[in-house]
């Protein structure tokens, strides 16, 4: 088995791709020169968050992020069997163009790898769930200061005590990502981010941590802790990472998902949402 530690050095720096186009991010990471988190890379594009499945699970999965559309807005779904998302981009292969891949086996993380072309069959079926990384530009276009992208960081994401509408195997808790908000900025945060519903759009709590079952905010359970300035309050946004804790329960024979905070970067722009053509039942 592999985990991210054991990768070389990357060959290109988040610094130097945080300007590129994103056919040049996507190119970088297709070659194994980039494996770290996309906040604040291909700017103005749509990211999205990834879950590979079994295709006897991909109905129960989909209708699973209906049913929840907060923190799993689908923004698109592959044809069985196929690597490819023509909506999201015509050159987006879904085997390497992520930074970096979980594996998990009966939900134990298996293996972290940055092409999982051995992995994929006739079998597979894809998701992609929109990110909330997609609004942060809007944000820091508002004045509202993004840290963690300043300082080349991911964002801390939490398991909540926030239930989901359970669906088939699928269910658990929410996650939430959490960002440093001046509290005289929230108001407008929270009009801006609306914007975004494929985005998980407003936040969905603000303020006191333990109402939603978070007890430590310097222990996030992904990403890395935020460092508060005066006068700055926490603001959790309904997070992609979700299915991740939903498959705990489900445990699958094999899933695969992006490493929370290293996204699909699509050809979409940031304020369209794409139209989903959902798997259709038998």
Known sequence: MQDAA????????????RNRAVDDVRAAIRAGD?????????????????????????????????????PCPLVGVSKPGSPRMPHLGGSIDLR?????????????????????SSYWDDDSVAFA?????????????????????????CVSMYRTSI???????????MVVSMRPIPEADVARVKAI????????????????????????????????????????????WACGVTPQ???????????????PGSMLLTDVREDERPVVDLLMRP
């Not at 980039?34 to 989909?62: E, K």
């Not at 390497?96 to 999982?116: C, F, G, K, S, W």
């Not at 239930?163 to 808790?173: A, D, K, N, S």
Request: proline fraction near 8%; charge should be negative.
């Open 245 to 259: 804790n939903a498959l705990a329960a489900a445990r699958p024979r094999l899933c695969i998902t992006h490493k």
């Open 193 to 236: 981010c609306a914007q975004y519903p494929h985005a998980h759009g407003a936040p969905i709590h603000i303020g006191d941590p333990a109402v939603i079952g978070i007890h430590d905010l310097d222990a996030p359970d992904w990403g890395e802790p935020a460092s508060f300035e005066p006068g700055e309050v926490p603001v959790f």
């Open 96 to 116: 390497t163009d992520v930074p970096m891949y979980n594996v998990y086996r009966h939900a134990e993380l298996y293996e972290q790898v940055e092409d999982i």
């Open 6 to 17: 054991h990768f070389t050095p990357f060959a290109l720096s988040h610094e130097e791709l």
């Open 34 to 70: 980039y494996v770290g988190h996309t906040a604040g890379l291909a700017q103005g594009m749509l990211q999205a968050n990834l879950v590979i499945l079994p295709v006897d699970l991909a109905h129960d999965f989909q209708a699973f992020c209906v049913k929840n559309p907060r």
């Open 129 to 153: 769930i929109g990110c909330s990384f997609t609004f942060e530009r809007a944000l820091q276009k508002a004045g509202i200061r993004q840290r963690h992208i300043e300082r080349d960081r």
């Open 163 to 173: 239930e989901l509408t359970r669906v088939g195997p699928f269910g658990g808790g």
